[in-house]
């Protein structure tokens, strides 16, 4: 693995880092009526809900989730993963920050003459995102998601291969947007 030359990048992940630490920190203090959100329903676009789709995630403890996705992307897509909440996945905050790694589709071509024809192409992403959650209760709300895809050489082959107005327009960085509801 390549050393972190750029300083901004060290700046970003050191500060990612004292976030996560203050936040555990300041979780260990709460008490009341606070409840905690198990099962978490949602639907989108991007790369966590295979495409346009479904994802369902399950967080066994408030500061991590599994979750997966199913969709449509030209095809059936999918991906499965796990994100690593700064704050909490409680009824106390409406701006949940979080970090996520998954493993499913991450690129794909679709050719329309002839015969039609998708090609996806799978590997692994990372990325970071904020939940943000409405109401009394903190049940439902939006996810905003920023990745980035580890693209196989065979996934780079075809997009240095495909026509310029062909590729996606933003190279292996990737956006998702979902409504959710928490139980």
Not at 77 to 92: D, E, F, S, Y
Not at 101 to 119: E, H, P, S
Request: aromatic share 18%.
């Amino acid at each position: 693995m390549k050393p972190m030359k750029n300083k901004f990048v060290q700046k970003v992940t050191l500060f990612v880092c004292m976030a996560f630490v203050c936040a555990v920190c300041n979780s260990q203090s709460h008490g009341g009526d606070i409840k905690a959100h198990y099962l978490d329903f949602g639907f989108g676009a991007g790369y966590e809900y295979g495409g346009v789709g479904f994802q369902a995630s399950v967080a066994p403890i408030p500061y991590a989730s599994l979750f997966a996705g199913f969709g449509f992307n030209g095809g059936a897509g999918w991906n499965v993963g796990t994100a690593w909440h700064i704050l909490p996945k409680t009824t106390r905050y409406m701006f949940r920050p979080f970090i996520e790694a998954m493993y499913g589709y991450n690129l794909v071509f679709i050719t329309i003459g002839d015969t039609y024809y998708v090609k996806q192409y799978y590997g692994p992403s990372v990325g970071a995102g904020c939940e943000m959650r409405f109401g009394k209760k903190k049940r439902h709300g939006v996810d905003i998601s920023m990745r980035y895809a580890f693209w196989s050489s065979e996934a780079w082959n075809a997009y240095n291969n495909a026509a310029s107005d062909a590729r996606p327009a933003t190279g292996p960085f990737g956006v998702s947007i979902g409504y959710h509801i928490e139980f």
